[in-house]
């Protein structure tokens, strides 16, 4: 089977030092990224969330085939229908199907089952994967590498979205299925994540936590000894 044409690899080599700097700028640019609970109602332009997902629209994916969509929600009743249905089931999450360990964990982040920030944030950005190709009639052939595929174009979006000046939260309602339900996705759907968008509420606040230093996340492989 014969691919596609081929064509010369624009790229541009920089000198150490200029990646250095380009390198340090972005680290500098996507640190301050939070995820953020508490949301100014006011709709942001259409066209900065378009960019973004653009943006993660170019993420790598298994064999090319992009297998993801983004629902934009910014109808209220839409949105309030997605919170009742989220709060439903993590409501239970909190109550009973939770173990104690998980809760104590999220204590600290201040995180229940209340979702007001569904209803307040302006849009919801509802990740699914596709998981094979045509739609509810389906085909046999598959796509691959889903779940890694979706996850890095969700790190693009959540990164452009940040680098627009706009912020997010990366929720994880459990199980969601009641989001292909209320979108009305196709059956080769599989919603992923739920990404509110807005800019955060005036006095909004966030708890005070860090990350891991350099030195916790990286390991440099020596060469062997002998
Ligand atoms: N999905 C639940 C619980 C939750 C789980 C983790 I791990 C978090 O980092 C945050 C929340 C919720 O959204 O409340």
Redesign the pocket.
Known sequence: MSGPRLVRLPFERLDPAEQIRRARAFYEAVAPRR?VRHFDPRPVAPEALEWAVRAAGTAPSGANLQPWRFVVVSDPAVKRAIREA?EEE?RR??ESR?PQE?KD??EP?G???R?EFLEVAPHLIAVFAVVRPGGDAGEARRHYYVSESVGIACGVLLTALHLAGLATL?????PMGFLGRILRRPSNERPYLLIPVGYPAPDAEVPDIGRKPLGEILVKVAAPEG
Not at 170 to 174: A, D, E, G, R
């Open positions: 995820s989220a993590e999450n909190y939770f998980w964990r999220l982040l995180t229940g089952w979702k990366t929720h994880t309602p459990s």
